[in-house]
């Protein structure tokens, strides 16, 4: 028997090398991990700087808050602590009850007369027409908001100099 030199279709292919594949897996989970905790990070930062808002027409009596810049519609507020310096206190929150249709500006000064003002005074312990360091400043619904039958008024106390308040303007036998 003579040998017969083998033929290079018998010779089977050396054996590829794959890549370690715990290597690949560790890299992504290290990815997804940076990103999950960019995203944990990001979170947190705006929960800390919106920590304080509130929704304006969730004020309620009694709390304090600084009034936001512009004239557009108001939809949240930044509370204070009533010792630390604020622009505003709530002292009256109510409903309009003066006709089912929007409130124009004099319908509302109708409504402040008759429901916030005698407020004021409850609060404070100090009449309105008197009171030289402080005013009336009130939230009142957005046409969509009216809409949607809100008639909430929230009622707020701000200093008529506009300087800070450093405490609460309740009357100590207020109610």
Request: charge should be negative; hydrophobic fraction near 35%; charged fraction near 25%.
């Amino acid at each position: 028997m003579t040998d017969t030199p083998s033929t290079p279709a018998d010779i089977p292919p050396p054996p590829v090398e794959t890549p370690a594949a715990p290597a690949a897996k560790r890299s992504d989970k290290l990815r997804l991990a940076l990103i999950l905790g960019g995203i944990v990070a990001f979170l947190a930062i705006v929960l800390f700087l919106v920590r304080d808002n509130q929704s304006a027409g969730d004020l309620a009596v009694g709390t304090c808050f600084d009034e936001p810049a512009g004239d557009a519609d108001i939809s949240t507020v930044t509370r204070q602590e009533c010792i630390e310096a604020h622009d505003a206190e709530v002292f009256h929150v109510g409903e309009y009850t003066e006709g089912s249709d929007y409130p124009i500006s004099l319908a509302l000064d109708r409504y402040l007369d008759g429901a916030c003002v005698p407020a004021f005074a409850t609060y404070t312990g100090e009449d309105f027409d008197t009171s030289e360091d402080l005013t009336i400043g009130y939230f009142y619904p957005s046409r969509d908001g009216w809409d949607s039958g809100d008639r909430t008024v929230t009622c707020y106390i701000v200093r008529s100099d506009e300087a800070k308040l450093t405490e609460s303007v309740k009357a100590a036998t207020g109610s």
